[in-house]
């Protein structure tokens, strides 16, 4: 009988070791969280990105047109007033 009481207890203490490292497990993986919801919003983004890629580069061409158009000289040369 003394058998089976210490292997009752040696069973107990195991669980109770085992419900420990399970529970300090879950409490120290609250960064996973976070990164999980950073790489969702990043593909997020990524994906009105690919969505809107036709727009998006219409735009920035016609942008980037007009920044280097701009850039030549504005002012007449003294010759040609």
């Not at 419900?19 to 950073?38: C, H, L, M, P, Y």
């Not at 990043?42 to 998006?56: A, P």
């Amino acid at each position: 009988m003394q058998a089976l009481d210490n292997a009752c207890i040696y069973l107990s203490i195991r669980a109770m070791k085992a419900k420990e490292r399970f529970v300090d497990f879950w409490r120290s993986q609250d960064g996973v969280s976070n990164v999980v919801a950073t790489i969702i919003i990043l593909l997020i983004v990524v994906l009105i990105i690919g969505v809107f890629w036709n727009r998006l580069s219409g735009w920035l061409n016609d942008l980037m047109d007009k920044v280097f158009n701009s850039a030549e000289p504005t002012t007449k040369a003294p010759d040609e007033l």
